[in-house]
C-alpha cells in the first residue's frame, strides 16, 4: 500500500480586489488615459482657461491612473481588461438592479463617454475656438461617463480604498463638468448627447 502524505490546507490569502473592484480598476485607467490623449491633442493655443483645465484633468487623471496601476499591481492582475465593462454587466455584480446607472456607450466605443478615433482625430487639427469647443464637448462627455462608471463602482464596491476613489471622482468629475458647460456657454456651443 502506497502512502500519500497528509497534506494540510493551507490559509487562504484574501483577495486584494475583487473581481468588480479589478474590472474598475482596468477600466477606468483606460478611461483615463483617452482624457490624457485628448489633453496632448488639444491646439495649445487655444485660450488660457481651456488649456489650464485641461491641464488640471490631465494631472488628476495621471495620479488617479498610477493609484488604479498600482493596485492592480498588488493584485497581479493585468493592467487591460479583456473584456471592458464586464464588471458592471454580470450577474454577480448586481446586473438586475434597477438603481445601477445606465452604461450604455452610444457612439460605438466598448465604454461610456469614450472618443471615436474620428473624434480624436478632429481634435488634433482643430484650432483655435473650434479646438477649443471640441475640446470642451469630447472631455465633458467623457468625464459624464467616467461618473457613471464611478457611480457603478460605488454602488457595488462595499467598503474600501476602491470606492473611496471612486466617489473622489464623482465628486472632482461632476465639478469639472460643471465648469465646462458654463465655457461651452460662453462659447455659444451646446454639449454633445
Do not use: C, Y
Amino acid at each position: 500500500m502506497l502512502l500519500r502524505p497528509l497534506l494540510i490546507p493551507e490559509h487562504e490569502t484574501p483577495a486584494v480586489l475583487s473581481q468588480t473592484e479589478i474590472g474598475f480598476s482596468q477600466d477606468m485607467a483606460t478611461h483615463h488615459e483617452q482624457a490624457l490623449i485628448m489633453v496632448q491633442r488639444l491646439d495649445s493655443g487655444v485660450d488660457p482657461t481651456v488649456r489650464q483645465l485641461a491641464q488640471q484633468i490631465a494631472d488628476a487623471q495621471r495620479m488617479e491612473i498610477g493609484t488604479l496601476l498600482g493596485w492592480l499591481r498588488l493584485a497581479n492582475a493585468s493592467p487591460d481588461s479583456k473584456h471592458p465593462m464586464a464588471w458592471i454587466t454580470s450577474d454577480s455584480a448586481g446586473a438586475h438592479d434597477h438603481s445601477m446607472p445606465t452604461m450604455a456607450a452610444t457612439n460605438g466605443t466598448s465604454m461610456p463617454g469614450m472618443a471615436t478615433q474620428t473624434e480624436l482625430d478632429a481634435l488634433a487639427v482643430a484650432r483655435g475656438k473650434d479646438a477649443e469647443v471640441l475640446f470642451l464637448q469630447l472631455m465633458l462627455r467623457h468625464h459624464r461617463g467616467g461618473v457613471a462608471m464611478a457611480k457603478a463602482a460605488d454602488q457595488l464596491v462595499a467598503s474600501g480604498p476602491v470606492k473611496e476613489a471612486a466617489r473622489g471622482m464623482i465628486a472632482a468629475q461632476s465639478q469639472e463638468a460643471g465648469l465646462m458647460t458654463i465655457m461651452l456657454a460662453q462659447r455659444n456651443a451646446q454639449p454633445l448627447s
